[in-house]
């Protein structure tokens, strides 16, 4: 996702744009693939630097933790990052725009969607998972796996709770 903001480099301290993202799906960093990318940034230009700030939103392919299946999951991202202007290879490894003028934001986004993503997707709030026995996904029909557990060990204790 390269954007051409050339005509801020040009212009002086202070001086912003917006960028309209709006990128269909999208391969950002290698295993990360996003359905869509839209947002909107508004571009700051600073002495050396350019500030970008805003919000996008996108989905990414996950797997729910309690069920298994795989779902896309759709998040919303704070950006706010700085890039740098035209370094052969930035001192303090930050991100940089070309030469040419190009921004290219596969990067820093790629990290934010890293960031985002929760350690435990769930495909929704209620998700009812699998069954510990059989291994039927609860959310489409319910088992008819026993409660009771089957451990003979267990017996002389079960006797007492009756």
Same mark, same amino acid.
């Given at each position: 996702?390269? +954007?051409?903001?050339?005509? *801020?480099?040009?212009?002086?301290?202070?001086? /912003? @744009?917006?960028?309209? $993202? &709006?990128?269909?799906?999208?391969? @950002?960093?290698?295993? *990360? $693939?996003?359905? +869509?990318?839209?947002?909107? *940034?508004? *571009?700051?230009?600073? &002495?050396?630097? $350019?500030?970008? /700030?805003?919000?996008?939103?996108?989905?990414?392919?996950?797997?729910?933790?309690?069920? =298994?299946?795989?779902?896309?999951?759709? =998040?919303?991202?704070?950006? %706010? %990052?700085?890039?740098?202007?035209?370094?052969?290879?930035?001192? #303090?490894?930050? +991100?940089? @725009?070309? %030469?040419?003028?190009?921004?290219? !934001? &596969?990067?820093?986004?790629?990290?934010? @969607? /890293?960031?985002?993503?929760?350690?435990?997707?769930?495909?929704?709030? &209620?998700?009812?998972?699998?069954?510990? /026995?059989?291994?039927?996904? =609860?959310? %489409?029909?319910?088992?008819?796996?026993? #409660?009771?557990? #089957?451990?003979?060990? !267990?017996?002389?204790?079960?006797?007492?709770?009756?």
């Amino acid at each position: 996702m390269r +954007y051409n903001v050339s005509a *801020l480099l040009k212009a002086p301290v202070g001086a /912003q @744009i917006m960028l309209t $993202v &709006d990128e269909g799906q999208h391969r @950002i960093a290698e295993g *990360l $693939v996003v359905e +869509y990318v839209r947002g909107t *940034l508004r *571009l700051t230009r600073t &002495d050396q630097r $350019v500030l970008a /700030q805003g919000r996008v939103e996108t989905q990414v392919p996950a797997e729910c933790v309690r069920c =298994l299946e795989p779902f896309n999951l759709p =998040l919303s991202i704070r950006f %706010e %990052e700085l890039f740098t202007l035209f370094p052969a290879s930035p001192p #303090d490894k930050t +991100y940089h @725009i070309g %030469e040419d003028g190009y921004l290219n !934001l &596969d990067k820093p986004l790629a990290e934010q @969607i /890293q960031l985002t993503v929760p350690m435990q997707t769930l495909c929704r709030p &209620d998700c009812k998972g699998l069954c510990s /026995q059989c291994g039927q996904n =609860l959310n %489409e029909e319910t088992c008819h796996c026993s #409660d009771e557990p #089957d451990d003979p060990r !267990l017996a002389a204790l079960r006797t007492l709770l009756k």
